[in-house]
């Protein structure tokens, strides 16, 4: 069957193509998510986030989907663009701690 | 104003040298955060300010020192820091405590070189 959970540190895909980004997260107390974008040079930007109480939420192009049984978090990007390279983060918070960062990976589309 | 603003943007210090790094916003959020990223790593928070007191210290050593002058910004005061120091340091606020509800705003960064 095919796997889920896997954090790939790199993605290489086509433009045009979807592209999906995993992310596994730690604590299962953990009631909100949000997937930042990084460009060189650049700080995280906020692309789409998603509470505990949801499995899906959709964005422009983007589409964050949740599964608490096995903890995991994936971004789907729709018509991967030249513009969309960067590194993806997943982050969690626990109420009462700060945002922590899950392992980033590194989207390369080629045109 | 929607933005996060951190200067200098690049700043190469000596390992005896006194520095600052800037962090402004005016988007009225209360909690104010300084991060630290090695390369091709997450972020890892070192402070978190909320209306000016400092609330959470991540164990950071005493060679960085956080200030809150005004709820609009944040410094970091670096002093006798050593070349595993060099890193982008970011600084992020949100309109909530610990943005447990809309997140954090992320300014560029400044990349630090110790020398």
């Known amino acids: 069957g095919e796997s889920v959970g896997l954090h790939l540190p790199t993605l290489s895909v086509q433009e045009g193509d979807n592209s999906i980004i995993n992310c596994a997260y730690s604590?299962?107390?953990?009631?909100?998510f949000i997937w930042y974008k990084q460009e060189s040079g650049k700080g995280p930007q906020f692309i789409i986030d998603?509470?505990?109480?949801?499995d899906k939420r959709q964005g422009q192009r983007v589409t964050v989907l949740l599964n608490k049984t096995v903890k995991h978090l994936s971004l789907q990007i729709a018509a991967t663009q030249p513009g969309d390279s960067a590194v993806y983060f997943c982050?969690?918070?626990?109420?009462?701690?700060?945002?922590?960062f899950g392992k980033g990976t590194t989207l390369s589309v080629s045109s | 104003d929607t933005e996060v603003t951190q200067t200098p943007k690049h700043l190469v210090m000596g390992m005896t040298n006194k520095k600052s790094l800037k962090c402004e916003q005016h988007?009225?959020?209360?909690?104010m955060y300084w991060y630290k990223q090695k390369a091709k790593k997450p972020p890892e928070l070192m402070f978190v300010?909320?209306?000016?007191?400092?609330?959470i210290n991540e164990s950071v050593p005493s060679r960085f020192s956080p200030e809150c002058p005004n709820s609009s910004l944040l410094n970091l005061h670096l002093h006798a820091l050593q070349p595993e120091d060099s890193a982008l340091y970011l600084c992020?606020?949100?309109?909530?405590?610990?943005?447990?509800?809309?997140?954090?705003?992320f300014g560029s960064g400044t990349r630090l070189t110790v020398v």
């Open positions: 992020a606020s949100s309109q909530d405590y610990l943005g447990q509800n809309y997140g954090y705003t």
């Open positions: 300010y909320s209306y000016e007191k400092l609330s």
């Open positions: 988007m009225g959020h209360r909690a």
């Open positions: 998603i509470r505990s109480n949801m």
């Open positions: 982050a969690e918070t626990v109420p009462g701690t700060a945002l922590i």
């Open positions: 604590n299962s107390a953990s009631d909100y």
